[in-house]
């Protein structure tokens, strides 16, 4: 806001009008050529236009028109939302609006039961929510909704021209003394200088500020002043009262504590305190430009959506036109198919380590999953771990023990699906330092004493599996080597030490059997290629030891700076430097695509397209605490990204299979958001059911498009869509005030109702049956459940065995005729 009492409207946004959440010390009197709107969130204020003063609470709106001299005082901490409305707008919309004049609306009596109030008010919600949300179409739904305001207002609250506005041939001398009092109210300003420097007499200028401001010359003096010592007194903590009241041109204490007590009603320091108790203003955060103080929005847009949701439950308002609406009809030709699909995303699944597949709930968790959705490999970390008890040394010489490994195999191959191992970590009496450790239950590492030693263990290790099950069987298992040795978080050692450990491993390998599967260490996408992988890959070359595959993995955080510093930093100090609050989330929701679609690139320039891509990990977050990770949006997460990106690579490997991961503390909440597709307790999430539904599309691609896919299977059909929407722009940023346990569908961006209709064209003159399943809120998504049953916090064996019944598809039958089956709405 410039320092005059005019205040000239600037509008930051594509938007004509202002829309903004602020907290109000004190805005000293000022007028603007626009209609201003006030809607009170939280707190007490009190507005003076002219001479008349009302006092404002939460939920009320005060309106103030054009050209009036207006002044706002924090009475108590506060929130509020202001609407800046210039007159030039709405003049384009509405003839002769520049000579109406509407009620001020606050103060009103029986105000609460007018119908267009409250209208006015639900609307005036909906544009603070559409804001800061930015849906594609914000700008023409903003629009609407404020000439909706206006309209409300012409018919119903317009009224007769009021006194008070400014004189339009008076603002050009109001300007020039509003300024100099600016410039020069810390020192001892008299109304006789004054006059003299406007070549005014004394008494005109005292008449002429008592009737376009509203106020006596002293008393605007004294409101200027009183404006930045609260700013001061409010950011300079160790700045004492006294000092505050000089710095500002109060001529001593007393003054200064009577202009405080008649605008505040209490004193500097008990004003100081309430704050402090109330509002948290940064050290760091930037001077005061106006006393309309800006702060995070994240209470603010908290109390915007339970507003709108009180509306809706005692109102029985539809909030359904803040969601928008996408119709696609597609015509099919269920003969024609435009190529194979081989569904390598069920290539691969994971769980977090080798251990936990020996853990009777993980184990039938893997049940559930081959018996719905059956995996051809399983990955997992730490086959090496001391707890995995498979290197031991007595009086120096080393022991070999695979009891574990030959149950954890044994099971896994009784239940369809292979190893996908991780060659990691470090058994600790091999460590050069034991201490390097990750995980809750500790995973060592540090690079080996010995490199010759650490071989011995691969070679005895390889060998006992081949001598068990046969290296037909271990020649189609895949051994991944080390996890994202880029960060020191997994790999301690310098780069070199991780190349000839590679190396070493590698020939170790494939003196067994050339046979035998090794792929290169599992990195991270959004790490620059030719930061660690290049010069890895290089190494190959030279030394005739090029990988079998490539694992990658991804989640979709914003690129980390190519640095050398990189290296020397752990995982989730990575994320936290880069996003302090959340982990980063990429704005793009197609970021897995294109990041393929690079990495496909880089292979093929590099001369590596010939080896299998897999995807050893990936999630749509690095957080095991990401509330949404329970929802429907994760099934829609899923279900897009995979379709999307079918048969692009060789594996998909989800990360993780189950809730129960060691690697981090057990949370005390069956719905904590964790990053598993089933819960503490075995109980599907909605994500577990995506996979289910993708498992039955066909192997002939018909026709795919955005949020659905048509597939064939021999004289069968499918089709299956999706309605994804990504976060809001407020929780990319790391705003989580609207996601609470029991409330989890607050940000999201571009949120949509999808209406789709596909006419399959060519089908055989039979009858068909049609099998609909509908994954939804209300059916299939057992978080939605639980919070529909009462979210409780303990639950007995007969509270699982329900929640584990609802995670099933709402499901319908029907028989049609040729013509009947021929159009599918969705």
Same mark, same amino acid.
């Given at each position: 806001?410039?320092?005059?009492?005019y205040?000239?409207v600037?509008i930051?946004?594509?938007?004509?009008?202002d829309?903004?959440?602020?907290?109000?010390?004190?805005v000293p009197?000022h007028?603007h050529?626009?209609?201003?709107?006030?809607f009170v969130l939280?707190g007490k204020l009190?507005v003076r236009?002219?001479?008349e003063?009302?006092?404002i609470?939460e939920?009320?709106?005060?309106?103030?028109? $054009?050209?009036?001299?207006h002044?706002?005082v924090g009475?108590?901490?506060?929130?509020?939302?202001?609407?800046?409305?210039?007159?030039?707008y709405?003049?384009?919309?509405?003839?002769?609006?520049?000579?109406?004049?509407f009620d001020?609306?606050?103060?009103k009596p029986?105000?609460?039961?007018?119908e267009s109030?409250?209208?006015?008010?639900?609307l005036?919600?909906?544009? *603070?929510l559409l804001k800061?949300k930015?849906?594609?179409v914000?700008?023409?739904?903003?629009q609407?909704r404020?000439?909706?305001?206006?309209a409300i207002?012409?018919?119903?609250f317009r009224?007769?021209p009021v006194?008070?506005?400014?004189?339009?041939?008076?603002?050009?001398?109001?300007?020039?003394?509003?300024?100099y009092i600016?410039d020069?109210y810390?020192?001892?300003?008299s109304l006789?200088?004054?006059?003299?420097r406007e070549?005014l007499?004394?008494?005109y200028?005292s008449k002429?500020?008592?009737?376009n401001?509203?106020?006596?010359? $002293?008393s605007?003096?004294t409101?200027i002043?009183?404006?930045?010592?609260v700013e001061e007194?409010? &950011?300079?903590e160790?700045?004492?009262?006294?000092?505050?009241?000089?710095?500002?041109?109060?001529?001593n204490m007393?003054?200064f504590y009577?202009?405080f007590k008649?605008k505040?009603?209490?004193?500097p320091?008990?004003?100081r305190?309430?704050?402090?108790?109330?509002i948290?203003?940064?050290s760091?955060?930037?001077?005061f430009?106006?006393?309309?103080?800006?702060?995070s929005q994240?209470?603010?847009?908290d109390?915007i959506?339970?507003?709108?949701?009180?509306m809706k439950?005692e109102e029985?308002t539809d909030?359904?036109v803040l969601?928008?609406?996408?119709?696609t009809a597609?015509? *099919?030709?269920?003969?024609?198919s435009?190529?194979?699909?081989q569904h390598? =995303?069920k290539n691969?699944?994971t769980?977090g380590?080798a251990?936990e597949g020996?853990?009777?709930d993980?184990q039938?968790?893997?049940?559930y999953l081959?018996a719905?959705?059956?995996f051809n490999?399983?990955?997992?970390?730490?086959?090496?771990?001391?707890?995995?008890?498979?290197? #031991?040394? !007595?009086d120096g010489?080393?022991?070999?023990h695979?009891?574990?490994?030959d149950?954890?195999?044994?099971f896994?191959?009784?239940?369809?699906?292979?190893?996908?191992?991780?060659l990691?970590?470090m058994?600790?009496?091999?460590? $050069?330092?034991?201490e390097q450790?990750?995980?809750?239950?500790k995973?060592?590492v540090?690079?080996?004493?010995?490199?010759?030693?650490?071989c011995?263990?691969?070679?005895?290790?390889?060998?006992?599996?081949?001598n068990?099950?046969?290296?037909k069987e271990?020649?189609?298992?895949r051994f991944?080597f =080390?996890n994202?040795?880029?960060?020191?978080?997994?790999w301690?050692?310098?780069?070199?030490?991780y190349?000839?450990?590679y190396?070493?491993?590698y020939?170790?390998?494939?003196?067994i059997?050339t046979?035998?599967q090794?792929g290169a260490?599992?990195?991270i996408?959004m790490i620059p290629?030719?930061w660690?992988?290049?010069?890895?890959?290089q190494?190959?070359?030279?030394?005739n030891?090029i990988?079998d595959?490539?694992p990658?993995?991804y /989640?979709p955080n914003?690129?980390v700076?190519e640095?050398?510093?990189t290296?020397?930093?752990?995982y989730?100090?990575l994320?936290?430097k880069?996003?302090?609050?959340?982990s980063g989330i990429?704005?793009d929701?197609d970021r897995?695509?294109?990041?393929?679609?690079q990495?496909?690139?880089?292979?093929k320039?590099?001369?590596?397209?010939?080896?299998?891509?897999h995807?050893?990990e990936?999630?749509s977050t690095?957080?095991?605490?990401e509330?949404?990770?329970?929802t429907l949006y994760?099934a829609a997460?899923?279900a897009?990204?995979?379709?999307e990106?079918?048969?692009?690579?060789?594996s998909?490997g989800?990360?993780?299979?189950?809730d129960?991961?060691?690697e981090?503390?057990?949370?005390?909440?069956?719905?904590?958001?964790?990053?598993?597709?089933?819960?503490?307790y075995?109980i599907?999430?909605a994500?577990?059911l995506?996979?289910?539904l993708?498992?039955?599309l066909?192997?002939?691609l018909? #026709?795919?498009?955005e949020?659905?896919?048509?597939?064939?299977n021999k004289?069968?059909?499918?089709?299956?869509a /999706?309605?994804?929407?990504?976060?809001?722009?407020?929780?990319?940023a790391? #705003? !989580?005030s609207l996601?609470?346990?029991t409330?989890?569908?607050h940000?999201?961006k571009?949120?949509k109702?999808l209406?789709?209709?596909?006419?399959l064209?060519?089908?055989?003159e039979?009858?068909f049956?049609?099998?609909?399943?509908?994954?939804t809120?209300?059916?299939?998504?057992?978080?939605?459940? =639980?919070v529909?049953?009462?979210?409780?916090e303990?639950l007995?064996?007969e509270d699982?065995?329900?929640?584990?019944?609802?995670?099933l598809p709402e499901r319908f039958t029907?028989? &049609?005729t040729?013509n009947?089956? $021929?159009s599918f709405?969705?």
């Amino acid at each position: 806001m410039p320092r005059t009492i005019y205040e000239l409207v600037e509008i930051d946004d594509k938007l004509p009008f202002d829309v903004s959440l602020h907290q109000v010390n004190y805005v000293p009197s000022h007028w603007h050529n626009s209609v201003e709107i006030i809607f009170v969130l939280n707190g007490k204020l009190e507005v003076r236009v002219g001479t008349e003063t009302q006092t404002i609470t939460e939920g009320d709106i005060c309106l103030i028109n $054009q050209s009036h001299v207006h002044e706002v005082v924090g009475l108590t901490s506060n929130i509020i939302a202001t609407f800046l409305v210039p007159v030039p707008y709405l003049k384009v919309h509405v003839q002769g609006i520049d000579q109406m004049y509407f009620d001020a609306l606050a103060g009103k009596p029986d105000m609460e039961d007018n119908e267009s109030y409250r209208r006015i008010r639900h609307l005036l919600a909906e544009l *603070v929510l559409l804001k800061y949300k930015r849906g594609k179409v914000y700008e023409l739904d903003m629009q609407t909704r404020m000439l909706s305001v206006f309209a409300i207002l012409i018919k119903q609250f317009r009224n007769d021209p009021v006194q008070g506005a400014v004189n339009e041939k008076y603002k050009e001398r109001m300007l020039s003394i509003i300024n100099y009092i600016d410039d020069h109210y810390k020192e001892p300003i008299s109304l006789q200088a004054l006059a003299e420097r406007e070549y005014l007499s004394v008494p005109y200028l005292s008449k002429f500020f008592s009737e376009n401001i509203g106020l006596n010359f $002293q008393s605007y003096l004294t409101s200027i002043r009183l404006k930045y010592a609260v700013e001061e007194l409010l &950011r300079n903590e160790g700045t004492s009262v006294a000092d505050i009241g000089s710095n500002h041109g109060f001529p001593n204490m007393k003054s200064f504590y009577t202009a405080f007590k008649n605008k505040y009603h209490k004193t500097p320091n008990e004003y100081r305190q309430q704050y402090e108790r109330s509002i948290s203003i940064p050290s760091h955060a930037p001077d005061f430009s106006t006393s309309y103080a800006e702060f995070s929005q994240t209470r603010a847009l908290d109390i915007i959506e339970q507003f709108l949701e009180y509306m809706k439950q005692e109102e029985n308002t539809d909030t359904s036109v803040l969601i928008g609406r996408t119709s696609t009809a597609r015509q *099919v030709n269920v003969t024609h198919s435009k190529r194979s699909i081989q569904h390598t =995303w069920k290539n691969l699944i994971t769980i977090g380590k080798a251990k936990e597949g020996l853990h009777a709930d993980v184990q039938d968790q893997l049940r559930y999953l081959q018996a719905r959705c059956p995996f051809n490999y399983l990955r997992f970390h730490g086959i090496f771990d001391d707890e995995m008890m498979v290197y #031991d040394e !007595v009086d120096g010489e080393p022991r070999y023990h695979f009891r574990l490994t030959d149950q954890l195999f044994d099971f896994l191959l009784s239940i369809g699906i292979r190893p996908f191992i991780e060659l990691g970590f470090m058994p600790s009496k091999l460590a $050069q330092d034991p201490e390097q450790t990750v995980f809750r239950n500790k995973s060592c590492v540090s690079p080996p004493i010995s490199i010759r030693m650490w071989c011995e263990l691969i070679d005895h290790f390889v060998r006992h599996c081949v001598n068990r099950y046969g290296l037909k069987e271990v020649s189609s298992w895949r051994f991944e080597f =080390w996890n994202e040795p880029e960060l020191a978080y997994f790999w301690p050692g310098s780069q070199d030490e991780y190349k000839e450990m590679y190396l070493q491993t590698y020939r170790t390998l494939k003196s067994i059997s050339t046979e035998l599967q090794i792929g290169a260490p599992g990195r991270i996408l959004m790490i620059p290629y030719d930061w660690f992988a290049g010069p890895f890959y290089q190494f190959c070359r030279e030394n005739n030891a090029i990988p079998d595959f490539i694992p990658v993995h991804y /989640y979709p955080n914003e690129l980390v700076p190519e640095t050398e510093e990189t290296h020397r930093q752990s995982y989730p100090d990575l994320i936290h430097k880069k996003m302090n609050i959340f982990s980063g989330i990429s704005k793009d929701s197609d970021r897995l695509n294109k990041m393929l679609n690079q990495e496909l690139t880089i292979m093929k320039r590099e001369g590596l397209d010939h080896l299998p891509i897999h995807i050893t990990e990936f999630n749509s977050t690095t957080d095991h605490r990401e509330l949404t990770n329970d929802t429907l949006y994760k099934a829609a997460y899923i279900a897009k990204n995979i379709v999307e990106n079918l048969d692009k690579v060789e594996s998909f490997g989800y990360w993780v299979l189950s809730d129960n991961i060691e690697e981090f503390t057990a949370s005390c909440h069956l719905y904590h958001g964790g990053m598993g597709l089933m819960t503490q307790y075995g109980i599907p999430k909605a994500a577990m059911l995506s996979y289910e539904l993708l498992s039955k599309l066909g192997d002939q691609l018909l #026709d795919q498009g955005e949020g659905f896919i048509v597939t064939r299977n021999k004289e069968a059909y499918q089709i299956l869509a /999706y309605n994804y929407c990504h976060y809001d722009e407020l929780y990319l940023a790391g #705003d !989580v005030s609207l996601i609470h346990q029991t409330s989890r569908y607050h940000r999201f961006k571009d949120e949509k109702i999808l209406n789709l209709e596909i006419a399959l064209r060519g089908l055989p003159e039979c009858n068909f049956r049609i099998t609909r399943q509908k994954l939804t809120r209300q059916q299939g998504s057992s978080y939605d459940a =639980w919070v529909r049953m009462g979210a409780p916090e303990q639950l007995s064996l007969e509270d699982i065995q329900y929640l584990k019944s609802t995670a099933l598809p709402e499901r319908f039958t029907e028989i &049609r005729t040729p013509n009947e089956a $021929q159009s599918f709405g969705f």
